[in-house]
């Protein structure tokens, strides 16, 4: 039995990656890295494809989503794949009850309204800190025109107003292996540095484990009961004076941050191989 780890053009792109890799091999499942738009790849020849880090699919999220489609045995699966990969799903998370960001889109063609406080603007459809940008109360202006290039490039905006805790204390992600919660992690603040002295996709300086926080683990929980048997999520998390807020939720291609949790890989590895049986 073979299985395709999907990623995205680059060297090193994910360093959990190898640490999957070798645990797919002490679980005795015959894997390999593959790009997800390489047209050289026989993705038939592999009895099952499971995305990890394609990371570079929001720019071309139509094509991402014709190629998965094609993907008769894929994980995540392509309906949570399509689902999870556009951030109006914080609009159906908000209508359920679910304590998110408030979260305003902007729509191609519309004029954008903007928060009274320090305010997010990003795309709709994107990973990472990738297009987002942090602004404060007198720059409607510079806002506003990165709005239009969204705009103009044919993406969907969403507008957050920026939350202050952030830069105290990070984000709270919550990640599930198998169904199962695994672990949890503190990731610092993106948008308080320029954006030309940032990684691309998270400043991994500033990754470090996390104590579980109860509250926040249970809202991912009942998130998730949603979505039935996935191989894996994140729920990313912000701490707001209500409590906890749901800030992304990640089901295509989040970091599991593997290399900080020893038993991780050999869990996500075990669930491949029993997928596979």
């Known amino acids: 039995m073979r299985v395709a780890i999907a990623t995205c053009r680059g060297d090193n792109v994910d360093v959990d990656s190898p640490v999957l890799l070798e645990a797919l091999e002490r679980a005795g499942v015959s894997a390999e890295l593959c790009v997800w738009d390489d047209e050289g790849v026989d993705w038939e020849s592999f009895d099952l494809t499971v995305l990890r880090s394609t990371w570079d699919y929001a720019r ?60 997010v603007v990003k795309p709709a459809v994107g990973a990472g800190s990738i297009d987002a940008e942090r602004y404060s109360r007198g720059d409607v202006e510079r806002a506003s025109a990165h709005v239009a290039r969204l705009h103009d490039a044919g993406r969907s905006v969403l507008i957050q107003p920026y939350v202050p805790t952030v830069d105290y ?28 002295v940032r990684d691309s996709l ?36 912000v701490a707001a004076p209500s409590g ?23 869990r996500l590895a075990n669930a491949i191989r029993r997928r596979l049986a």
């Open 169 to 196: 204390f990070g984000e709270h992600a919550v990640i599930f292996i198998d169904g199962t919660y695994s672990h949890a992690m503190n990731k610092g603040a993106m948008l308080n540095t320029p954006a030309d």
């Open 60 to 119: 071309q999220r139509d094509r991402f989503l014709a190629w998965a489609k094609q993907r008769p045995a894929l994980l995540n699966p392509y309906d949570v794949i399509a689902y999870s990969s556009d951030k109006h799903y914080l609009a159906d998370l908000e209508a359920k009850g679910i304590a998110t960001v408030p979260s305003h889109f902007c729509e191609v063609g519309e004029t954008p309204v903007f928060p009274t406080g320090a305010f």
């Open 202 to 237: 998270f400043r991994r300086e500033q990754m470090r484990r996390d104590d579980t926080e109860p509250e926040a683990l249970a809202i991912a929980e009942q998130i998730l009961a949603d979505f039935g048997d996935l191989l894996y999520a994140r729920v990313d998390f």
């Open 244 to 266: 906890w807020q749901v800030m992304e939720l990640e089901l295509v291609e989040p970091s599991l941050f593997l290399t900080f949790e020893p038993s991780a890989a050999d």
